[in-house]
Nanobody
Framework: QVHVVESGGGLVQAGGSLRLSCAAS??????????MGWFRQPPGKGREFVAN????????DYADSVQGRFTISRDNAENTLYLQMSSLKPEDTAAYYC???????????WGQGTQVTVSS
């Protein structure tokens, strides 16, 4: 079992920045064994991929819609995942969810989400 908690959401004007944090911990799973990622769910739409990062931070992947504006990173010493969001647009408004995934056994763990609202 992995416990995931997001924080850092809020209301920001278009063009502004926010940094989301995600703390993940498990009694039998090390943070470095977790593949981590961010997803979001805009109002009235399904959940969509935002970004993910490998265990050591060496590999990252982004959705086309956030490429060049968002940066995903992780601090393995602090068991924390981050999403630095810049040049925010109203269409970035969504509930943002942190995902932690294990390979053996294959499992996905989700946080409760944090709301990001970008005003025009």
């Amino acid at each position: 079992q992995v416990h995931v908690v997001e924080s850092g959401g809020g209301l920001v004007q278009a063009g502004g920045s926010l940094r989301l944090s995600c703390a993940a911990s498990g009694r039998t799973v090390a943070f470095t064994d977790l593949a981590m990622g961010w997803f979001r769910q805009p109002p009235g739409k399904g959940r969509e991929f935002v970004a993910n990062i490998g265990w050591n931070g060496g590999s990252t992947d982004y959705a086309d819609s956030v490429q060049g504006r968002f940066t995903i990173s992780r601090d393995n010493a602090e068991n924390t995942l981050y999403l630095q969001m810049s040049s925010l647009k109203p269409e970035d408004t969504a509930a943002y969810y942190c995902n932690a995934a294990t390979l053996s056994p294959p499992s996905n763990y989700w946080g409760q989400g944090t709301q990001v609202t970008v005003s025009s």
